[in-house]
T-cell receptor, first 114, second 115 residues
């Protein structure tokens, strides 16, 4: 079993739809959770990060973490064609004095159709 | 301000050859990490350097090595290239030690093709 699993898609939605992207993980030590967006032929860029369980909102984006279920989500409201990209979840475990290396999921490809 | 820069952009090598990839972090950033991203997969951690010292190593063979220079730029070296080394190699920089809560900024990557 991989440490972080993510539905690869591709996911295709009409403009204005609400998008739900999800990841599951197996390591209960993960405490720092991130979502990255990667456009074609570009490096990943950090969208949001959050610690432990709960919700965090930033504009049209909401990150949700459920540690009891080992499940994280990213919601995109009012999706736009410019949101078309691959979305990567990533997480890290705390190792005493600092966080361990970042583990990425395989990514979900999203297309928002005008 | 310039972001993370990587060179070259693309590279084609044959099996058994050696390759050197270069990365310049954002000015003021002291940490550089290297990742390998195979097509259709997420980035996999290879190395992290902070203040010119290796601070983390992923599950990669000894054919992979790296170093960080006094100006905080970094090189990733891969010896005895295999077909499976074909991937996008990403460099990320951050202010502090990676794995921490400092944001990592990724470069555009070097696309390596091994024939």
């Amino acid at each position: 079993q991989k440490e972080v699993e993510q539905d690869p898609g591709p996911l295709s939605v009409p403009e204005g739809a609400i998008v739900s992207l999800n990841c599951t993980y197996s390591n209960s030590a993960f405490q720092y959770f991130m979502w990255y967006r990667q456009y074609s032929r570009k490096g990943p860029e950090l969208l949001m990060y959050t610690y432990s369980s709960g919700n965090k909102e930033d504009g049209r984006f909401t990150a949700q973490v459920d540690k009891s279920s080992k499940y994280i989500s990213l919601f995109i409201r009012d999706s736009q064609p410019s949101d078309s990209a691959t979305y990567l979840c990533a997480m890290s475990a705390f190792r005493g004095t600092s966080y361990d290396k970042v583990i990425f999921g395989p990514g979900t490809s999203l297309s928002v159709i005008p | 301000d310039a972001g993370v820069t990587q060179s070259p952009t693309h590279l084609i090598k044959t099996r058994g050859q050696h390759v050197t990839l270069r990365c310049s972090p954002i000015s003021g950033h002291k940490s550089v990490s290297w990742y390998q991203q195979v097509l259709g997969q997420g980035p996999q951690f290879i190395f992290q350097y902070y203040e010119k010292e290796e601070r983390g190593r992923g599950n990669f063979p000894d054919r992979f090595s790296a170093r960080q220079f006094p100006n905080y730029s970094s090189e990733l070296n891969v010896n005895a290239l295999l077909l499976g080394d074909s991937a996008l190699y990403l460099c990320a920089s951050s202010l502090g030690e990676v794995g921490g809560t400092d944001t990592q900024y990724f470069g555009p990557g070097t696309r390596l093709t091994v024939l």
